[in-house]
């Protein structure tokens, strides 16, 4: 018995050498371990190989940017608690947790039932592209008060952004968080992914000027934004899944509804009209509000140092959106422009 005992280790052991001459020497360069740095990434700003191919893969599949847009972090990101109850946000969840707890649960589900208020105005755009193709002054004034009604709905969820997010963790976690590569202080070179290019790659972060919502809107009402905010908007098109840009280009080459109702003469439409861009601007008048809460408070705090237990952003981005913009001067901005095309009732 011991002689088979050691013939079986000799066997293994000649067994265990040639399996050794097959493998490939051991090097830490095949398994990308830095020889100076060990486990160690050299550099924070090198997303790794193993994350950036697959990442990049699938976005490239989607049609979007391989960052977090609008679309991953609010349009795709929920559930309801009970799938038989309402959609409300006392039965919604998040799918994926990410920094920022409560706070970040709360500031995607708002935003999350604004873009929701806005289905009714959605399928009121449709109608109302229609009706001008048909020259059907009833359904579009039936269609235009649909798309007020939405618009005031989507500023009354907003508003609940002021209790379910606390502008502390907002400033000092959440927009750090969603501030991207592109126009930001904090990391001006962009971000290198490893194993698709070898220089830094810059990426907007995710920002409600993703939302196809308001371009809609826009496109259909006519708004016509200056040089600067037009080029970021139309930039921010590129983080759209491709169906809903599509969507956008095919408002956007619908005949004129602004021309339609001047050429009209009529009152009501003009009025049903010019309550919709007043009902836009007040959405945009409050998403100012909240922006000047949750940036201008949090840079307070920030300086006053009652936010000691938290890291807070660098200083260069405390007047800067997620998108990477001046934020206010580009929310009023859109906001006097929308104001701009109310028709003049003496016309």
Request: net charge neutral; aromatic share 6%; hydrophobic share 40%.
């Amino acid at each position: 018995m011991e002689r088979l005992h050691m013939t079986s280790t000799v066997k293994d052991m000649e067994a265990q050498k040639r399996k050794l001459k097959k493998s490939p020497p051991l090097s830490l360069e095949r398994f990308h371990i830095s020889e100076d740095y060990g486990f160690l990434f050299p550099d924070p700003l090198v997303l790794p190989r193993n994350l950036a191919l697959p990442f990049v893969e699938v976005s490239r599949t989607l049609g979007l940017p391989p960052i977090l847009v609008h679309s991953d972090l609010v349009l795709t990101n929920w559930k309801k608690k009970d799938p038989d109850g309402p959609l409300e946000i006392r039965n919604l969840d998040t799918i994926i947790s990410l920094p920022g707890g409560e706070s970040l649960k709360g500031f995607v589900l708002v935003t999350l039932l604004v873009e929701k208020a806005a289905v009714p105005g959605i399928k009121a755009l449709v109608q109302a592209i229609n009706a001008v193709l048909q020259s059907s002054d009833d359904d579009l004034l039936q269609a235009l008060e649909q798309l007020k009604t939405s618009i005031a709905e989507m500023t009354n969820a907003l508003r609940k952004m002021h209790d379910y997010v606390d502008p502390a963790i907002f400033y000092a976690v959440i927009r750090i968080f969603l501030s991207g590569w592109k126009d930001n202080p904090a990391i001006p070179e962009g971000l290198i992914y490893e194993g698709v290019s070898e220089k830094p790659l810059k990426y907007s972060g995710g920002s409600a000027a993703q939302s196809t919502t308001f371009h809609a809107f826009d496109e259909l009402l006519g708004v016509c934004h200056s040089k600067e905010s037009t080029t970021f908007l139309h930039r921010m098109r590129e983080y759209m899944p491709p169906s809903h840009r599509a969507f956008l280009e095919e408002v956007h080459s619908a005949p004129s509804l602004r021309e339609y109702i001047l050429s009209s003469g009529s009152c009501l439409l003009r009025e049903a009209y010019n309550q919709c861009v007043k009902a836009l601007a007040e959405l945009r008048n409050h998403h100012i509000s909240i922006v000047a809460k949750y940036i201008l408070t949090g840079a307070a705090k920030a300086k006053d140092g009652s936010m000691a237990n938290l890291p807070g952003p660098p200083h260069a981005l405390a007047e800067v959106g997620t998108g990477g913009t001046a934020v206010f001067k580009f929310l009023k901005s859109v906001r006097d422009t929308t104001l701009g095309v109310i028709i003049d009732q003496s016309d």
